[in-house]
């Protein structure tokens, strides 16, 4: 008995067509280790695809190896890193199929699934959207059908239907050239592109059916986009903003769009107080009070406004009681974390040998106040200072300082490094090194636990200090016994594996993060616009560049906002270029990105880096950035999109696209809004943390 079709009713008779071309297409990022499985479900279809295309949107991981086994199945395309809908674009355009099937990289197909949508597609030529139920599956279990009572397929107004809330599950059939007509995916909506594009074709006239049986497998993963539930009510949001702008909406249409984009603006407030509360953000009486009187929301979210305002403290408590416990993934499932209650908490000893505290120092930091509360942190370096600066956001931490080795005679700190490590005994020591020659010998001393997992994280891949022929040696000696290498962008990932000599794609990525926090309202003093810059005073950041580019960025005034051994120096450079007065020296600040709010844009003219906190940071407080492009920078400057790059050392370069974004304040602000969505959907804290639980617990197993 074939399945049930869920579809509006034709305008007419129908004549069942042939059954139609399929394209496969999946839009790859750092999904290596699940690929291979969405890859063998296409490989078990009952009726075979036309083609398979991957598209990999810049993955650093080892995705060549992981699709290395279904090469004669596929077409494997590679572009640099833009975005989900940026790869699904080229992938469709380089497809030839009458529909093209979407795949997540994490998801699988039932047997029947293509030979289900394929007759639907024969059965129904006026339908140009097809999909089928699903089962969605969380911690290896199946918990339920994707639609339900709670979420339901549309069939009798789809058009008013679609304007509220996105009823089509994800993997769609979809008329290939209909799509590429339309403009296919809208590359500057990271998070619910598939139903802005939905929306599009269904205003355009399309219809949508549905196989009610389910016939995919969706993984709901604590790191998948739908499981990021703010940045998909921002996503939302933006989608219902960009739409109410269509001329084919009717009066009625608008009607429906603009209650719904007035709920989704009541659930991100709800949200935000949950945040507020989790962070102990000031206000959240005042925030919980406004829900509580405010006009539209639902009781549960009166209820809870009204008892944050009473008690904020108890709210605080159980929120967190709650996240420690379980997470919420698509179709608003709660699901129970992978670490049992009474399993024993996972031990990690986090270790830096820096001096002082810089961007390497805060990322970590970030870091161990943002790992799950059931991980046991225990934060060990060399310096007091440094120790207590990471260890602050997390007060249960336990902090030690053990002596800085000298040398490979240097017994006594040798010997203390390893006592430590033997009274704590961890499950994961997790190494952050300044440059790749730093921490070797806390490694070695780890390596050598049993029962110890080692994971290096390589915040800079260069270092002013040139390493010996033995530091070499036992740097890729070391490498090759380590549980995981880790840098924080790409191009660091590969300089590490050029300048140690290790295998390409050795080194994987984990992007550093930072908590999204608000900052200060703007407070201008200055009639004209202010350029920014947050770093410290070192020639590696490239500030002398930025003065000299300051001379031919009229009327702007330069925020300067850090310290060093080269402020001297700097000072004396303003002097002579006849820019000083237009210079101000904010010096060191214990939170620099309450400076951001000044800014009309933020300037990272850095000479190297790694992947650097202040421009993360300039993204969240939706500044646009004109960035150099050295390290791993454009893993998240997008060229002309959240900024623009420039070559290091090139004042001209940097004073041109300085000028263009000041010349121009719609394109300013458009980057600053990008550059905030990319930002929480890949470089926050928690989305690091994430990453990194998801390492310790796939290596500790």
């Given amino acids: 008995m074939s399945p049930k079709l869920l579809a509006p009713a034709p305008d007419g008779p129908v004549i069942p067509g042939e059954r139609p071309t399929i394209s496969v297409i999946i839009a790859a990022y750092e999904v290596a280790d699940v690929i291979g499985e969405a890859l063998q479900s296409i490989r078990n279809q009952t009726i075979q695809p036309d083609e398979v295309i991957v598209c990999d ?44 099937v979407i795949l997540d990289a994490d998801d699988v197909f039932m047997p029947t699934r293509l030979e289900a949508l394929a007759a639907a597609a024969a059965a129904r030529p006026d339908l140009d959207i097809l999909t089928t139920d699903a089962f969605l599956q969380a911690n290896g279990k199946i918990v339920r059908r994707c639609y339900d009572a709670g979420w339901t397929f549309e069939v009798a107004n789809q058009r008013r239907e679609l304007l509220r809330r996105n009823f089509v599950f994800g993997l769609v059939a979809v008329r290939r050239e ?42 709901v993963r604590e790191r998948s986009l739908s499981a990021q539930r703010d940045s998909m009510l921002r996503g939302k949001i933006a989608t219902l903003e960009k739409t109410r702008l269509d001329p084919r909406l009717d009066p009625g249409d608008q009607d429906v769009l603009e209650h719904a984009l007035a709920a989704y603006k009541r659930d991100l407030s709800v949200m935000g107080l949950e945040a507020g509360l989790r ?55 709660r699901v129970d974390r992978t670490f049992e209650s009474n399993r024993r908490p996972l031990r990690v000893v986090v270790y830096t040998d820096s001096p002082q505290v810089g961007g390497a120092e805060r990322s970590l930091a970030n870091l161990v106040a943002a790992l799950a509360e059931d991980v046991d942190v225990t934060v060990l370096g060399t310096d007091q200072a440094v120790v207590q600066t990471i260890a602050a956001g997390r007060p249960q931490a336990l902090a030690i300082v053990v002596p800085f080795v000298r040398s490979r005679l240097d017994i006594r700190s040798l010997v203390a490094h390893a006592r430590v490590l033997a009274r704590v005994r961890p499950d994961i020591f997790h190494a ?24 290096a994280v390589e915040q800079l891949p260069t270092s002013p200090v040139v390493p010996t022929a033995m530091q070499r040696r036992l740097k890729r000696l070391a490498s090759r016994f380590l549980d995981a290498h880790v840098a924080v962008g790409t191009q660091s990932a590969r300089d590490v594996e050029r300048i140690v000599g290790l295998p390409e794609g050795s080194v994987r990525t984990i992007h550093n993060g930072v908590p999204d926090r608000p900052i200060p309202q703007r407070q201008r003093n200055a009639g004209g616009p202010i350029i ?11 500030f002398d560049v930025l003065l000299r580019a300051l001379r031919v960025v009229p009327n702007a005034e330069l925020l300067l906002v850090g310290d060093g051994t080269e402020r001297g120096h700097l000072h004396e450079l303003a002097s002579d270029l006849g820019v000083a007065e237009r210079v101000t020296w904010a010096g060191w600040l214990s939170d ?48 002309a999109k959240t ?40 470089f926050t804290a928690r989305a690091t943390a994430a990453a990194f639980e998801e390492l310790y617990a796939d290596i500790n197993r």
């Fill in 57 to 100: 949107d810049g993955s650093t991981d080892d995705i060549v190896d992981a699709v290395r086994k279904y090469h004669d199945d596929i077409t494997f395309l590679r572009k640099p890193h833009g975005g989900e809908a940026s790869a699904k674009n080229m992938a469709t355009e380089a497809a030839s199929g009458d529909f093209v």
């Fill in 178 to 219: 209909l799509l590429l007509q339309s403009g296919g995916f809208d590359e500057d909506i990271l998070w619910t592109t598939d139903w802005e594009c939905w929306i599009r074709l269904v205003l355009g006239g399309s219809r949508i059916g549905c196989v009610d049986e389910p016939l995919a497998l969706y993984r």
């Fill in 592 to 639: 620099p990105r309450a400076s951001l709010g000044e800014m009309d844009v933020f300037v990272l003219p850095s000479r190297f880096e790694g992947f650097p906190l202040a421009l993360v940071e300039a993204m969240l407080a939706e500044r646009p950035v004109v960035a150099t492009t050295t390290g791993s920078v454009e893993d998240a400057v997008i060229e």
């Fill in 532 to 542: 920014g810059s947050v770093g410290r005073l070192e020639p590696q950041k490239g």
């Fill in 643 to 682: 900024g623009f790059l420039v070559p290091p050392d090139d004042a001209e370069a940097l004073a041109e696209a300085i000028n263009q974004v000041l010349a121009d304040a719609n394109l300013g602000g458009q980057m600053g809004r990008r550059g905030r969505e990319l930002a929480l959907e890949r």
């Fill in 432 to 455: 952050n090194l300044i440059s790749p020659w730093a921490c070797q010998a806390a490694i070695y001393a780890a390596l050598l636990r049993r029962g110890t997992r080692v994971v």
């Fill in 279 to 333: 962070e102990s953000q000031p206000g959240v009486r005042r925030a919980g009070l406004a829900i509580a009187l405010g006009r539209g929301f639902g009781p549960v979210a009166r209820a809870r406004g009204t008892a944050t305002a009473l008690a904020p403290s108890l709210m605080r408590r159980r929120g967190r009681q709650r996240d420690q416990e379980t997470w919420v993934g698509a179709g608003g499932i």
